[in-house]
């Protein structure tokens, strides 16, 4: 037996692990620095990992119920939106298969950026969409603008954009986000992205809700929050379709230790500060001292034009700082650096421009 043909659904290519590194060089997974995955390097925050412990000694053996409602009562407070129009996911993963589940009929086109996130595409496949893509230009600094989706734009059912944008950095205006919104299709969902919002200075979408009902917005706790390894997110939905969540979600998908950390977490607005702060300086310092050019970021990395990625990326892995090569996203010249602690930041550009130095030809 064999499964339905995948051949068109490209594999998910993660950031490598620090252990599997490790044990492929023989070193010491301390002695590795990974910057591959956009992780937060302030690990997550004190109070969800308390709240973590407290829900191992209070049970694991009951499906999540109250935690569930708890937590989308209290997204849906700190956005001013009603309960029913925050859609809580595992990740910003579960959110995009939930919003295709809703929305997609099969053969309907989705439109996805090139290079962006394989997810989009990989969601859509699964529930027999077709893909389309829009292109970002390496030479307009990946800018993104509602001109340029609208040029690929063919009545889709969805558009994904992201902003920040992974993995380039780059992020729309607010006056992007509703031009497009008002030039696509009524029947047209733009999906907006913010996976690395907290990070930018842009305001969230999710206001543009109350206008907008072919709007849904994404973020999640992976990043700033620093609670990627508990698969933890959600969408902000339009009130007109809220309710097709309990017809799509799967059932208990997002885990009570995970909400109870994500509830936690919402309350330790320290963390998430020191967090951006640290991930703002770090790219910073990343644009000021690499000896590459680097394209502006508004995410926890940046994009560095470096020549040979996969030659850069597997030397600096040797050296002890994994990166994220960027072949995979169709940018065989770009490494993707996460940022780093400070001491983590500055070992990383280091080790980078040795690389660099003695990679590019003089
Ligand atoms: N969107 C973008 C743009 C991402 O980069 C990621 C994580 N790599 C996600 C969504 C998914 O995040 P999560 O861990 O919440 O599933």
């Known amino acids: ?14 950031g490598r692990g620090i252990e599997e590194v490790a044990r492929d060089l023989g070193l010491d997974p301390t002695d590795l620095i990974k910057l591959s995955s956009n992780e937060n390097p302030h690990g997550s925050s004190p109070k ?22 708890d937590l989308t009562e209290k997204l849906a407070a700190k956005w001013g939106v009603a309960d029913e129009q925050i859609w809580v996911s595992p990740g910003a993963d579960g959110a995009i298969d939930y919003l295709s589940r809703a929305m997609l009929e099969p053969g309907q086109s989705v439109l996805v950026p090139d ?25 307009d600094g990946f800018e993104q603008t509602a001109d340029l989706v609208l040029d690929s734009y063919d009545g889709e059912r969805i558009i994904h954009i992201t902003s920040p944008h992974n993995p380039t950095g780059s992020e729309w205006t607010r006056e992007e986000i509703r031009t497009l919104l008002d ?36 973020r999640t706790f992976s990043k700033a929050y620093g609670l990627a390894g508990l698969r933890i997110g959600y969408a902000a939905v339009p ?18 230790v995970a909400c109870r950390a994500a509830l936690a ?31 502006d970021s508004a995410a926890n990395f940046v994009l560095a034009d470096v020549g040979d990625a996969s030659r850069v990326a597997e030397a600096s892995q040797r050296a ?28 990383a550009v280091e080790t980078l421009n040795e690389i660099v130095a003695e990679v590019t030809p003089t």
């Open 1 to 14: 037996m064999q499964p339905r043909d995948l051949s068109a659904t490209s594999p998910y290519v993660p």
């Open 48 to 69: 969800a990992v308390e709240a973590v412990h407290q829900q191992a000694d209070d049970g694991l053996h009951v499906y999540p119920k109250a935690s569930h409602t």
């Open 115 to 139: 290079p962006g996130f394989s997810y989009y595409r990989m969601s859509t496949r699964h529930h027999h969409g077709e893909i389309n893509e829009y292109e970002l230009s390496k030479a």
């Open 183 to 218: 030039e696509v299709d009524d029947e047209t969902l733009v999906v907006v992205d913010e996976a690395y919002g907290e990070y930018s200075e842009e305001p969230s979408s999710i206001d543009l809700l109350s206008e907008f009902d072919n709007l849904a917005v994404l």
């Open 239 to 256: 009130e007109s379709w809220a309710d097709a969540y309990a017809r799509v979600n799967t059932p208990f998908a997002a885990n009570e």
């Open 265 to 295: 977490a919402l309350d330790d607005d320290d963390h998430v500060e020191q967090s951006v702060d640290s991930a703002q300086w770090a790219r910073e310092y990343m644009q000021e001292n690499l000896d590459a050019p680097t394209f």
């Open 320 to 347: 002890g700082v994994i990166i994220r090569d960027c072949s995979s996203f169709g940018l065989p010249g770009c490494v993707r650096i996460s940022c780093g602690t400070r001491e983590q930041t500055k070992t």
